[in-house]
């Protein structure tokens, strides 16, 4: 099993990953230690566990906000689906209705034109 070894606050972690995923492993390690330097710098030296835990509450957060948003976009999705499938059937409704109007006018057409060619032959 890889590993990976992630700095975090300026202290070392190595860390076991799946193969092929070494590379969003120290990707992840970044921006946790992206994260916890920005807190370290509003709130100085508070301790690392400290730091730690307000890094994990921050992103924690974020990550709600995320999958709710996820899932408000995946309600969205549905909803805009099944107006599709609303108008999709509207649309085969009005075709049936004017291919049977367009096949109505076809025979009155051709009913008139039979009687225009008998009445023409009369004279």
Request: charged content about 35%; some cysteine; hydrophobic content about 45%.
């Amino acid at each position: 099993m890889p590993q990976v070894t992630v700095q975090i606050g300026g202290r070392d972690y190595k860390m076991a990953c799946g193969e092929g995923e070494e590379a969003h492993l120290a990707a992840l390690g970044r921006m946790v230690d992206e994260r916890f330097a920005q807190l370290r710098g509003q709130f100085g030296e508070v301790g690392d566990i400290r730091l730690s835990v307000m890094t994990a509450i921050m992103m924690a957060d974020e990550l709600s906000e995320a999958k709710r948003r996820h899932e408000t976009l995946e309600a969205e999705i549905a909803a805009l689906r099944l107006a599709g499938d609303d108008v999709a059937k509207q649309f085969d409704a009005r075709h049936a209705d004017v291919a049977d109007q367009l096949a109505a006018a076809a025979e009155r057409l051709e009913r008139l034109a039979t009687e225009l060619g008998e009445g023409s032959r009369r004279e």
